[in-house]
């Protein structure tokens, strides 16, 4: 079936505008990872829903980011008044269903520039 | 709190050649292990994992890894490498509550002709 997909693949934007991000997870699969890949701090944990849950947001690096995941599918991440430390690739991965909560699906990626 | 380390950040071999990319981890409770790929401009793809039995995990390219409790270690081997291996390796752990992988820095392995 299909992957995790997310969009859009590259994103420029301005100092100090906000972005949005999008995820679409593999069907069925309960748990939606977001992690963000950097050169300086390689790969982060950012937040993290699992079905009907309140989301776990414990590595979000500020409060200018929020997720939500609507219907227990598709997720968005928001980043407001983006700052140049921002630009990174923000991963989302997906897990559950017959594979199991452990294994982890990555999609690939939106690659963002803050200019 | 969890913790992985990727001794080497770079590991250049010539094709056909074994390899070990070294991976250690600590963790105050029971983890599961994990090998992520990610090729050149591509997202990151599961290699293996150990999640309990044995051991010793293969993947279907011929990557295998062997889970060390003792030593805390899950370092990843290919007996002979091709030029299609060159990547980044990412070693990763979970096992609280939440699941969220925590990843070591990483190791490009870069197989020369």
């Known amino acids: 079936g299909a992957g995790v997909s997310q969009s859009p693949s590259n994103k420029v934007t301005e100092k100090g505008k906000d972005v949005e991000l999008r995820c679409d997870p593999i069907s069925g699969h309960t748990a939606l990872y977001w992690y963000r890949q950097s050169l300086g701090q390689g790969l982060e944990f950012l937040i993290y829903?699992?079905?009907?849950?309140?989301?776990?947001k414990s590595g979000l690096p500020s409060d200018r980011f929020s997720a939500e995941r609507t219907g227990g599918s598709v997720s968005t991440l928001t980043i407001q008044r983006t700052q140049q430390e921002d630009s990174a690739v923000y991963l989302c991965?997906?897990?559950?269903?017959?594979?199991?909560?452990?294994?982890?699906?990555f999609g690939p990626g939106t690659r963002l520039t803050v200019t | 709190a969890q913790s992985v380390t990727q001794l080497d950040s770079q590991v250049p071999v010539f094709e056909e050649a074994p390899v070990e990319l070294r991976c250690n981890y600590s963790?105050?409770?029971?983890?599961?292990l994990f090998w992520y790929v990610q090729y050149p401009n591509q997202g990151l793809q599961l290699l293996l994992k150990?999640?309990?039995?044995?051991?010793l995990v293969e993947s279907i390219n011929g990557f295998e890894a062997e889970f060390n409790k003792s030593q805390t270690s899950f370092h990843l081997r290919k007996p002979s490498v091709h030029i299609s291996d060159t990547a980044e390796y990412f070693c990763a752990v979970t096992g609280n509550a939440g699941n969220m992988l925590t990843f070591g820095g990483g190791t490009r392995l870069m197989v020369k002709p």
């Open positions: 829903f699992q079905g009907n849950s309140a989301p776990d």
């Open positions: 991965a997906s897990s559950g269903g017959l594979a199991g909560l452990y294994e982890q699906y």
């Open positions: 963790s105050s409770v029971s983890v599961y």
């Open positions: 150990y999640l309990s039995g044995s051991t």
